[in-house]
């Protein structure tokens, strides 16, 4: 099957395999391995430094779900563009790599990790941008027209994820949304907030990557992908609520809750009909009859 794959596809298969694994690794405790701040960082950290890992490790599994989605259900039009953010995605990574350095020369991360993130991350740049020289797919859809259930609803998580990207970009969103013990903010989640971004920024765009460049089918079908998504968020959020500021948790559930209805009405959004009108009644219809 693999030899039958396009170059695009392969190099999907690939990057969604890489995400995949350093997801896991950022999870670290959470599914019995090494703790992301020590692997990374090589210093321990709090609650708040895990719960900064965990959600960039469930941002980097998403991305993989995401990359091998395209690769095996895409078009070539999703291939190319999911290459495409692929390329962009690691622009940003190689901007965080950049600022954090390795310790060998005074940086913030462990010097074999930066080595080896760097070389992966240089790598999947390199052969997205010379996949991407067989050129990109055409944008078929106006991002903005909500011509369906499908359509609208996708626009919906969209619009929701963007708004909290936003809120990274122009809030101190760790000090609004977490509880900060007295002692200060635990050292190294800023420094996990720059790979946190990384990820769930392209979470967002591949969001709007489907919606331009997706048929209708492609649309529900990664829909329902992303549900997992969703469900795996509200978990995260459940299993940290003593470490969050209780009003934030709350417009969390809602959010969340209602991006989880979206994704399930776009992915049902062929099966899900609009009633039909029924005949007028008769007295109103001989009424009109009769003028």
Known sequence: ?????????????????????????????????????EKFFGKKGGAMTQSAAAWTGLGALVL?????????KGSKNIVSWFVASNAFGCAMRL??????GSTAWGGALVAAEYTQGLVITLSIFVTAKWCMLDGLGKIKNPIMSCDSLTHGSLLFVFFFYSAYMMMFFFTDFVS?????PKSGLEPLVRPFMAWNMSMWLFVTANIALVLAAGSAKEQRQFALVRTTCVLASLYFMHSEAALAVPAELTKGYVGQSLALVALLAAGFGDKIKPAKKGKKAPAKAASKKRR
Not at 3 to 15: E, I, N, P, R
Request: proline share 4%; glycine share 14%.
């Open 1 to 37: 099957m693999f030899d039958k794959m396009s170059k695009g596809q392969k190099a999907l298969t690939a990057y969604g395999l890489l995400f995949i694994a350093y997801g896991a690794m950022f999870l670290g405790p959470m599914i019995g391995l090494p703790g992301a701040d």
């Open 64 to 72: 993989g779900l995401d990359n091998i989605w395209a690769a095996q």
């Open 95 to 100: 901007g965080a790599f950049a600022c954090q």
């Open 176 to 180: 609004q949304q977490y509880v900060v």
